[in-house]
């Protein structure tokens, strides 16, 4: 993979103010394709999860359905749980996993849905993150087809990033829990591991610090290997520097993300609940009160099947938009953090053919094999017009076009100019 640096003036708008491009990531999640992939993820993590549901006889919280004939209130009410569906939905597990009440058997059950959404969204995720950071630089889509190969053959990493830190969460749960057993010792357990107390305390720091990263650092992870074509653990690394380093500017980007994503989510909304009034009214016009009827019951698979099709769009909008918005967030971290120009991601080197002598089209049979490469030009022929440099200013905000640079002349020029 190659560094590709887009032509400057391609995207003058984000050229004048980078942090515009956050609010662009609302039009991006627009894009069909994308729609599809986030779709296509969403439909396997549904499967998936519901297969886990029954295997352990439980379900999963899910979000909020989409109930279709309520006023705009509603709409408004579940914007912002709309918009933050995707992080809630991935941290769900996990705050299970970790929480004091659940059973064993509900531990196991987070920790297989866990596994499941980084799986699944480790192949998706990627293949968003890519084609979300190629639309906001190059302004055109990548393709389905090459965004979920990239994905696969990136897979090792964009499973194994987020599930890395918690291998240190679990070494030092481990210490903690040895301490635990302590207080299995009857009055003399309890009182010793009263004294060691600190030690659960000093590793359980480190655990939080490590769990709030990941929370927050995640979906970096994913556009970090997808804009450097890097490796988990420099995916890792780079991700948690640009949240620990700026987390002002951070909280502000993700609040910012947050309020744009709720605004889209109730377009989204109020849009699917225009379509399918529309069609319920025409379809009133020739069928009367039966429409309403056939809409309304969950055996008509036909309506069903529809209906699910179109609030499967509407969140697959959702999603599209959070990693959308986690691939502008990563590239304003970037810059500002590492000074990395908005427009420098790492893509396929293009295919260059191999030069061979016949292929040149100025080789002749007359041609002679001692002329020198080395030797000077004559003095009538035409000299090349020298390469024009331009500049880019490292804050993105302007570019100045630089004078040609003209090579000076060599000693004997300058003595025949003076005389």
Known sequence: MTRDEAPFDAHPPFVINPRRKLFEAAATATNARLLLVAALGLTFWYVVGNAVDNLFGAREPRAPELVYGHGPQAVLRAAFARAAEPAVRLVGPFLDLFSIETTLKGRLHALVHALVGVVIWGIFGGALARGAVVLAVRGEWLGIRPALLFAI?????????????????????????????????????????????????????LNAVILLGLTFAWPLMHVTIAAENEDGFDAVSRSFAYVTQRKALFAALALAAWVVGACGAVAADLLARLV???????????GSDAVRAVLADSHNIGATFWLGLVELLVRAWSWAFFWSAAAAIYLILRFDVDGTPWFDIAVAPPETPVATPDATPDATPDATPDATPDAPAEPDEPVAAPAVEQEIDHDLTEFTLLKPVVPLPDTDEFENLAR
């Open 153 to 205: 053959k990136k897979g090792r990493p964009l499973i194994a990033a987020p599930l890395a830190p918690l291998v240190a969460v679990g070494v030092f749960a481990a210490i903690s829990a040895g301490c635990g057993v302590i207080f299995r010792l009857g009055w003399i357990g309890r009182g010793v591991g009263g004294a060691v107390l600190v030690v659960p305390l000093a590793c359980n720091i």
């Open 276 to 286: 399918v009034h529309l069609a319920e009214w025409s379809l009133a016009l020739g």
